[in-house]
């Protein structure tokens, strides 16, 4: 592929990432609603220092691993989010809404990141296609298109789900008592069912 071809596959990627439904869209709502944009921006900066590591674990170690590995991943990851849902659930929404601080905003992040290495998708992303594609073109020394790939894969990635972040907390300000109680539940209730679809693909995988 071209440099441009390169560029758009990754937006297209990125976006589609950004914007699917899934643990960390999940969370990026549930930390916008409870703290404020900011907590739910840190959230979507997690997966490119996450896949840091992902990206390591991959080229030197996963592909000589078994499929169960995976499953394993997927269980482990899916039963933390499913106690971040629960815990939403437990906790009863305040009145007012949560003040933004250095705290909560670390602690999104690391919410955030422990989502991401602990999903499988990932992983198996950069195994499948990430991977290869960045190692072919380094192999033929053409680093341009692998910029070109991580510019505009992760910026969709991260841009998009600023973008909901952004709009999450601009609703959230006409959220008052009933309503907020109601939206911070539906996050909840996100969290654990994208944690319980995490534990049947892992379980289904080691079973099957």
């Known amino acids: 592929m071209t440099i441009w071809q390169t560029f758009l596959f990754a937006i297209s990627l990125g976006l589609g990432a950004g914007i ?3 643990p960390l869209s999940s969370l990026v709502i549930h930390e916008s609603l409870r703290n404020g944009w900011k907590s739910g921006a840190c959230v979507a900066l997690a997966p490119p220092v996450a896949d840091v590591l992902v990206v390591g674990l991959v080229l030197a170690v996963l592909h000589q691993l ?5 499953s394993v991943l997927s269980l482990i990851g899916g039963c933390y989010v499913c106690f971040l849902g ?3 659930l437990r906790t009863p929404a305040p009145m007012r809404m949560a003040e933004e601080g250095a705290g909560s905003v ?4 690391r919410k955030g990141l422990l989502v991401n290495l602990l ?3 990932p992983y198996i992303f950069w195994l499948t296609v990430g991977g290869p594609l960045v ?4 192999r033929h020394d053409t680093w341009l298109p692998i910029v070109a790939f991580l510019f505009g894969f992760y910026g969709c990635l991260v841009g998009s789900k600023v973008l909901i972040a952004v709009l999450v907390h601009g609703g959230r300000a006409r959220l008052q008592g009933t309503g907020y109680r109601i939206a911070l539940r539906l996050s909840g209730i996100a969290l654990l069912l994208f944690g319980l679809l ?3 693909d892992g379980a289904s995988t080691l079973i099957g």
């Open 86 to 88: 629960g815990e939403t």
């Open 66 to 70: 078994p499929p169960a590995s995976f």
């Open 20 to 22: 699917t439904p899934g």
């Open 135 to 138: 190692t072919d073109n380094a």
């Open 106 to 109: 670390w602690l999104s992040f």
């Open 119 to 121: 999903n499988p998708h």
């Open 198 to 200: 995490l534990i049947w």
